[in-house]
């Protein structure tokens, strides 16, 4: 796949999530572990979510990744017990559309990075995906993937 980086600016979004820490083998059940929390959260409290689910990679220099997952929200959700309202993070980023099997959003991620190094700009520490809607199509599975910069 090609992936075209943009390079702009986002607002934070608010996100009812669950931090977690797992190495890079483990996404595959972390993740959806996670999500299913947040959602049995949203459920059993009435919240009312805007959709997409999310993971934020906000530690990631050690064997383990520090990981909010979770859903987006209205900024006024409130957490409770292991779900806490957060937000991705705000500023300048790099950013491409993956579609297809989250198993080669490393991709992707290679990409951005790769941008980074052609561009001169320098990654600011947080990553994050954002998980469109599912289908059955596999070729039409869409992930953002955000790399905040130092502006």
């Not at 979510?49 to 993971?55: E, M, S, T």
């Amino acid at each position: 796949m090609t992936y075209k980086v943009e390079f702009t600016k986002v607002p934070a979004t608010p996100i009812l999530a669950v931090r977690r820490r797992a190495r890079q083998d483990e996404l595959s059940r972390v993740i959806p572990d996670g999500c299913g929390t947040v959602w049995n959260f949203i459920r059993e409290n009435g919240v009312t979510p805007r959709g997409r689910n999310v993971a934020v990679y906000r530690h990631t220099e050690t064997r383990e990744l520090d990981v909010e997952i979770g859903v987006e929200v209205g900024a006024n959700a409130a957490g409770g017990g292991d779900v806490v309202l957060s937000a991705t993070p705000s500023g300048t980023v790099a950013t491409v559309a993956h579609f297809g099997s989250y198993s080669l959003l490393s991709n992707a991620n290679d990409a951005i990075r790769a941008w980074c190094d052609a561009n001169h700009h320098q990654i600011a520490g947080p990553s994050w995906e954002v998980y469109g809607h599912w289908t059955d199509d596999p070729a039409r599975v869409r992930t953002d993937v955000f790399y905040l910069l130092n502006a």
